[in-house]
């Protein structure tokens, strides 16, 4: 969903979707065992994030960020159209809730999309600056490209507070 709003833009990405777009974006989303992989650039002010469901790439050949292989394809897509590099972005990891897994540790594809996530930025060149993964609550997040920010929200336990994701490994 997209509203246009006087200082910008405000887009909600659902399972499977992703976007990329410049200062006057903003991008937000709701996440349980999926995974949001931001990225941005901090000189340029450009970034987008991608919300994808499994780990992998689709079967049929034809790119679908609903796996997380597809998805981080068609943000260096976008980043290779806008004459730069995946190493002048930073990148941001969320999501990986075990929302409703009873299986055997490791099996969840919560736990899947997580070790999805960590390898595909280590393939692609991505630097990691901040990660909010695994647990078992959801996480929403706002991500403010005109400065990079991503608040989340995370959990029930924690609701209506909101913390700025920390570089380091915690958010």
């Excluded at 055997?104 to 996530?117: K, L």
């Excluded at 929403?140 to 400065?147: E, P, T, V, Y």
């Excluded at 920010?149 to 209506?160: A, N, T």
Aim: with cysteine; hydrophobic share 40%.
């Amino acid at each position: 969903m997209t509203k246009q709003l006087g200082s910008g833009i405000d887009i909600f990405l659902h399972p499977g979707d992703w976007y990329f777009g410049d200062r006057d974006t903003r991008i937000n989303t709701t996440l349980g065992s999926c995974i949001a992989v931001t990225v941005w650039h901090s000189e340029l002010r450009l970034g987008g994030m991608c919300h994808y469901m499994l780990p992998g790439r689709s079967l049929d050949g034809q790119p679908n960020a609903r796996y997380g292989e597809d998805a981080l394809q068609l943000l260096i897509a976008e980043i290779r159209q806008h004459g730069t590099r995946t190493d002048d972005y930073e990148a941001k990891l969320f999501g990986g809730a075990s929302m409703f897994d009873a299986g055997p540790i490791g099996s969840s594809v919560a736990h899947r999309n997580i070790e999805a996530a960590e390898a595909l930025a280590v393939r692609h060149g991505l630097r990691v600056i901040a990660r909010s993964l695994g647990g078992t609550g959801y996480r929403r997040l706002f991500f403010n490209i005109a400065d990079g920010d991503v608040w989340l929200r995370q959990g029930e336990s924690r609701m209506g507070t909101f913390y700025p994701a920390q570089a380091g490994g915690a958010a």
